[in-house]
């Protein structure tokens, strides 16, 4: 399931961040590349073990725990914390898929990625390329979003970021460990939730079908969910 959810951050929250990630000290993103990704991973990022970055991500998380759409869609245990992106000059990341494990530096705490998740910071006007593209049953999507919008896609799909051929492609990443691993069920759940949601407008609280396939939701989740 590829999601894009807008504006999970408003134009001041997307402004107010840029502004600050202006004066930061970006580090080569090589350095926590994976043995085999790092020949593929060219772009400059700031990383959990910078405070500031950790502060910012912090925000970002608080977001995204008070988006329902994003609760819905991940039904997420853990997140990782976000880390930021710049690609310039060319700056690119060839096709991968994420690390199935990553434990999150100063903390006691391993994250099984089953979602990743691209929060965009730039206007698409803003860069030339630097499209993330992303391999799907249907093919490959590419994605370039507006600032402020976030999308998902499983952990195990083949993806890539084009390179960056003018202006500047900054973005927040993050990693989702969630309470279904398995990414149909977990959709399934969402469009299930997503149609609650839309049928339960205008009716009674009680309403006896509406209640039943709540029931019927939470009797899924409970098959399927690994906490
Ligand atoms: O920048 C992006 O949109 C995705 C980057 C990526 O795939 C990664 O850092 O693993
Ligand atoms: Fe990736």
Not at 161 to 169: A, D, E, L
Request: aromatic share 6%.
């Amino acid at each position: 399931m590829l999601l894009t959810i807008e504006g999970l951050l408003s134009t001041d929250e997307v402004a107010a961040l840029r502004d600050e990630l202006s004066g930061a000290a970006w580090k080569d993103g090589a350095e926590t590349a994976g043995t085999r990704s790092v020949s593929v991973k060219q772009n400059l990022q700031l990383g959990v073990t910078d405070p500031q970055a950790r502060e910012w991500g912090n925000g970002l998380l608080s977001k995204l725990g008070r988006n329902p759409t994003f609760i819905s869609a991940s039904l997420a245990e853990k997140i990782f914390p976000p880390v930021f992106n710049l690609y310039q000059d060319g700056g690119h990341y060839g096709c991968h898929v994420d690390s199935a494990l990553m434990r999150v530096p100063q903390a006691d705490i391993t994250i099984r990625s089953d979602i990743s998740a691209t929060i965009f910071l730039s206007e698409p006007d803003e860069y030339e390329g630097g499209e993330l593209v992303v391999e799907t049953e249907y093919g490959a999507q590419e994605v370039k979003l507006p600032a402020g919008d976030i999308v998902l896609y499983p952990s195990n799909s083949l993806h890539q970021v084009m390179p960056v051929t003018k202006g500047q492609r900054i973005c927040a990443i993050t990693w989702i460990q969630s309470a279904v691993a398995d990414t149909p069920a977990r959709s399934m759940l969402f469009d299930l939730d997503q149609s609650i949601q839309s049928l339960s407008v205008g009716r009674d609280k009680q309403d006896p079908d509406v209640d039943r396939l709540i029931h019927v939701y939470h009797n899924l989740l409970r098959r399927w969910a690994q906490v």
